[in-house]
């Protein structure tokens, strides 16, 4: 039988973990596939599965000495592991603790990636193989000597929206995902958008907000523009309108559900332009306090069409799950037959 251990380090890291899992029991159901939450311990055991280290202490130093005790024990255990991440120290400390290199899984979607000397010589000192959703960091670690495959788009993998349309008619739908933590600039911004898109364009302005965000935090920056708030009549789909003068702005916090149905995507969040790329949307890249200049892209149909093939051509399109599991299972990670051999396995099953 072939073991797995899938250590994630952060919220959606551990998403990654959940996704390969299922991929790879999908494939090959005699894998046997076992969790490690170095943030959240005992996480994955709620939702069922098997999960190493999950009674850890809540005191940091404890918890830490359990861990690598927990690690230790499973030294001479014949097992493939997966770390997914970019923290380099853990993977320090899982190879060191493990006697053995492990397969690196780097997100670049979800959080920038710093190169330095020293996360070279980690790298290159204690991953066995690297798998990277980023085309070009790919390419700059094999210059380095580092064996690393580009898989795909990881975020795009983990959307699951559910059959929620938005009544939009015949408009195209333009989404926009303001960050939560910044939300205040983005939603001033948006506004500007909205009122900035040039004449001819039938849209359909789609605002998602965070989940942090309140409806009178949005009012209260709305109005200071001069917009007025109108109430929903579409249930819970979409919250309230923005309106001003003709132009209308839905608001919806059905985040997957929104970025599922747009044509274009408008956000300063690189997770959320990672995954509409990956999901084949039309990206408009944000040029911040210059709402106007943003919005004339709208008719810029040339530049956006060069953009978002450079984008596309670095980050790829969903799939990125299946590829690793492929890999994982049996090796092949850069196979032209990949899609046949997929479909034969999925025939068997």
Same mark, same amino acid.
């Given at each position: 039988m072939r073991c797995y251990l899938l250590m994630a380090d952060g919220e959606w890291e551990e998403r990654i973990a959940l996704e390969l899992r299922r991929k790879m029991k999908e494939l090959y159901g005699k894998s046997k596939v076992f969790f490690l939450s170095f943030r959240h311990p005992g996480v994955f055991a709620e939702k069922g599965f098997a999960e190493v280290s999950k009674d850890r202490p809540t005191q940091p130093l404890k918890a830490w000495y359990k861990l690598c005790q927990d690690l230790l024990k499973r030294r001479n255990l014949r097992e493939r592991r997966i770390f997914i991440g970019g923290n380099l120290w853990l993977l320090a400390l899982v190879t060191l603790l493990g006697g053995r290199r492990v397969t690196v899984v780097l997100p670049?979607?979800?959080r920038p990636f710093p190169v330095s000397s020293l996360r070279l010589f980690f790298l290159r000192r204690f991953a066995?193989?690297?798998?990277?959703?980023?085309?070009?960091?790919? +390419?700059?670690l094999r210059l380095k000597n580092i064996p690393a495959y580009f898989v795909g788009n990881i975020l795009a993998d983990l959307l699951h929206p559910h059959d929620t349309p938005f009544l939009h008619g015949k408009k195209a739908i333009c989404?926009?995902? *303001?960050?939560?933590?910044?939300?205040?600039?983005?939603?001033?911004f948006f506004l500007d958008f909205?009122?900035?898109?040039?004449?001819?364009?039938?849209?359909?302005?789609?605002?998602?907000? *965070? +989940?942090?965000?309140?409806?009178?935090?949005? +009012?209260?920056?709305?109005?200071?523009?001069n917009w007025v708030f109108l109430e929903s009549l579409e249930g819970e789909v979409v919250e309230g309108y923005l309106v001003r003068e003709r132009v209308y702005l839905n608001l919806t916090r059905f985040l997957p559900e929104a970025l599922d149905q747009a044509t274009y995507v408008v956000s300063a969040d690189q997770r959320i332009l990672v995954q509409a790329v990956g999901l084949g949307k039309t990206v408009i890249p944000v040029r911040m306090g210059k709402a106007e200049e943003t919005a004339a892209l709208l008719l810029h149909s040339v530049s956006l069409f060069e953009y978002n093939q450079s984008m596309s051509a670095r980050f790829g399109r969903k799939g990125a799950i299946e590829r690793i599991a492929v890999f994982l299972l049996w090796?092949?990670?850069?196979? *032209?037959?990949?899609?046949h051999r997929l479909r034969t396995i999925h025939k068997r099953g």
């Open positions: 670049l979607g979800l066995r193989t690297v798998l990277v959703d980023d085309a070009t960091f790919v +390419q700059f989404a926009l995902f *303001p960050r939560e933590d910044h939300h205040v600039e983005d939603l001033g909205v009122e900035h898109a040039p004449n001819g364009t039938s849209l359909y302005f789609l605002l998602a907000l *965070p +989940q942090g965000v309140s409806l009178e935090t949005v +009012q209260r920056i709305a109005s200071e523009k090796g092949v990670v850069e196979d *032209p037959a990949l899609s």
